[in-house]
């Protein structure tokens, strides 16, 4: 079993950036795709990018795209997320996410393991 942490949320002015972690331990990083959602007040938890066990494949929410990108380095098993050109949308609770195995899958249900969320909010 895997344990996630994450960091690095806070609250930015529109327009900036900001570069969440997620810090694994307990079992091998390497054998787990990766993901990160979002949940905004009042609204679902939604996907945000996944990523493969090596980082070769990734995928995006359409509203993310060409902003926000994803990575990891196995080494010091870690998960990133930099996030640039913030929106007040983007503002959100954001969860890292575990699923044994090497492929990642947009399914959120997919995902066994989830950290514990940092806030992310951005002002117009």
């Known amino acids: 079993q895997v344990q996630l942490v994450e960091s690095g949320g806070g609250l930015v002015q529109a327009g900036g950036s900001l570069r969440l972690s997620c810090a694994a331990s307990?079992?091998?990083?390497?054998?787990?795709?990766m993901g990160w959602f979002r949940q905004a007040p009042g609204k679902e938890r939604e996907l945000v990018a996944v990523?493969?066990?090596?980082?070769?494949?990734?995928s995006y929410a359409d509203s993310v795209k060409g902003r926000f990108t994803i990575s990891r380095v196995n080494a010091k098993d870690t998960l990133y997320l930099q996030m640039n050109s913030l929106k007040p949308e983007d503002t959100a609770v954001y969860y890292c996410?575990?699923?044994?195995?090497?492929?990642?899958?947009?399914?959120?249900?997919?995902?066994?393991?989830w950290g514990q969320g940092t806030q992310v909010t951005v002002s117009s």
């Open positions: 996410a575990a699923r044994l195995g090497p492929t990642a899958t947009r399914q959120m249900w997919a995902y066994e393991y």
């Open positions: 307990g079992h091998t990083f390497s054998s787990y795709a």
């Open positions: 990523i493969s066990w090596n980082g070769d494949n990734t």
